[in-house]
Every structure is written in structure tokens, then in C-alpha cells.
Nanobody
């Protein structure tokens, strides 16, 4: 059973940066497709960025250029580097893992494993 534990959330001012981490156990990130998703209050869960088993990322257009995903096979972790944060980035951020193909990476319903989430708040 794959277990995912996120960390690194917190409060940051607009324009600031934050890095989220996802520690993976019970499986290897090198054999998993993985992604970051977020959910704001009253909203559905949306994709942020994902990465396939080979390490090729898929970005949501609105996040491209501000967010970056890093898979560390040696540490068995997944990270989300977030820059130029905006108040609308405020949400609970989730790490997810699955075994789908690259064209399915941004579809949250296809992921098998989810972390508990970490809160990110962007406010002045």
C-alpha cells in the first residue's frame, strides 16, 4: 500500500514562494505517476502539475512558469516549488500517485493514492 505524506504548507505573502514535499512509502516514485492537486473551500479538486514514471511533467496552463514539480528517485520524494504566489492559490494541496498513462496525468479521478493534504494560504 502506497502512503503519501505532505509537508511544507503555511502562510505566505503575495509574490512569495513555498516548497511542498511529499514523502512516499510502500512504493517507488520511479515506478509511479504522481501529481499535485489542490482544493479551495467550496470548489472541486483541480490539477496543478503532474509527472509521469519517466519524469516528464504535465502542467496546467495557468500554473506554467510559476510552479515546478520535482521527483527525487533517490529520496523517494515528490516536491512542488511554487513561486509568485497569488491569493487565488490559497487551497489545500494534495500529493497523489497512480499508474496511469501520461495523457491521463491531470485527471484526479484516476489516481489511486492520496495524501492528507497541506494547507497553503496566500494573504497580505
Amino acid at each position: 500500500q502506497v502512503r503519501l505524506v505532505e509537508s511544507g504548507g503555511g502562510s505566505v505573502q503575495p509574490g512569495g514562494s513555498l516548497t511542498l514535499s511529499c514523502a512516499v512509502s510502500g512504493g517507488s516514485v520511479s515506478t509511479l505517476s504522481m501529481g499535485w492537486f489542490r482544493q479551495a473551500p467550496g470548489m472541486g479538486r483541480e490539477a496543478v502539475v503532474a509527472i509521469d514514471r519517466a519524469g516528464t511533467p504535465s502542467y496546467v496552463d495557468a500554473m506554467k512558469g510559476r510552479f515546478d514539480i520535482i521527483k527525487d528517485n533517490a529520496k523517494n520524494t515528490l516536491s512542488l516549488q511554487m513561486n509568485s504566489l497569488k491569493p487565488e492559490d490559497t487551497a489545500m494541496y494534495y500529493c497523489a500517485a497512480g499508474r496511469m498513462e501520461w495523457w491521463q496525468l491531470l485527471r484526479p479521478s484516476l489516481y489511486d493514492y492520496w495524501g492528507q493534504g497541506t494547507q497553503v494560504t496566500v494573504s497580505s
